[in-house]
């Protein structure tokens, strides 16, 4: 099922993401490290909060919430990047990861929301 390779997808970016705001904080940045690990971890919070909505307009609306910290995440990537806090290697594997998450996720609220429309002219 397409949501459950999201759902894993998203829980191993997840990881990734604490092992490198728990490595910046190490390095004494407390300030982007507790943000990029918000927003990372966030991502697939949603996703599985999404799996229980109580309707398909809830399923859209918290996919569109995972689908914002998805560009949050990469902005502080991009941002951790500039400052030399990560390396180009890393910034792009992330971003990779990051960008292959948007994209399952927007293709996922595309396909919810023709099914809500199509309920709504039922």
């Given amino acids: 099922m397409k949501d459950s390779v999201l759902g894993e997808q998203s829980l191993q970016f997840a990881v990734k993401i604490l092992s490198l705001a728990k490595r910046l904080q190490k390095g004494g940045d407390f300030i982007v ?36 910290e998805t560009n949050e995440t990469g902005y502080w990537l991009e941002l951790l990047q500039r400052t030399d806090e990560i390396s180009k290697a890393e910034y792009m594997a992330l971003t990779d990861e990051c960008s292959s998450i948007r994209a399952m996720l927007i293709a996922s609220i595309k396909t919810a929301k023709e099914k809500l429309d199509e309920e709504k002219k039922a």
């Fill in 33 to 68: 490290s507790k943000q990029v690990g918000k927003s990372g971890t966030s991502i697939g919070a949603n996703i599985r909060e999404a799996q229980f909505a109580s309707s398909r307009a809830d399923f859209v609306a918290k996919m569109h919430i995972a689908l914002k």
